[in-house]
């Protein structure tokens, strides 16, 4: 079992900029995805940006140059640094850890909100 925590959520004005960290615990794999999922009020889960263990990171065209990801595989924490804000990334923002011993298991955090505004 894996359990995923998240933090630094909060309020943010618009061009703001906030860091999310997600620390993992438990049966975590040497090879494993972590990344960020967002949800808006009224829309769909949707990917932000995920990075394997090897240190590869992918992002959504959405947040493409202003979402950073990264990962401390010491530490088993992922981190999403987001800048220049805006009030359309407001969005509960969820952790996830995706592993496979043959077949793919996707781990989530509780969320953490984000919310843009001035």
């Known amino acids: 079992q894996v359990q995923l925590v998240e933090s630094g959520g909060g309020l943010v004005q618009p061009g703001g900029s906030l860091r999310l960290s997600c620390a993992a615990s438990?049966?975590?794999?040497?090879?494993?995805?972590m990344g960020w999922y967002r949800q808006a009020p009224g829309k769909e889960r949707e990917l932000v940006a995920f990075?394997?263990?090897?240190?590869?990171?992918n992002y959504a065209d959405s947040v493409k140059g202003r979402f950073y990801i990264s990962r401390d595989n010491a530490k088993n924490t992922v981190y999403l640094q987001m800048n220049t804000l805006v009030p359309e990334d407001t969005a509960v923002y969820y952790c996830?850890?995706?592993?496979?011993?043959?077949?793919?298991?996707?781990?989530w955090g509780k969320g953490t909100l984000v919310t843009v505004s001035s």
């Open positions: 438990g049966s975590i794999f040497s090879i494993n995805v």
């Open positions: 990075i394997t263990s090897g240190s590869w990171p």
């Open positions: 996830n850890l995706k592993q496979s011993n043959g077949n793919a298991v996707d781990y």
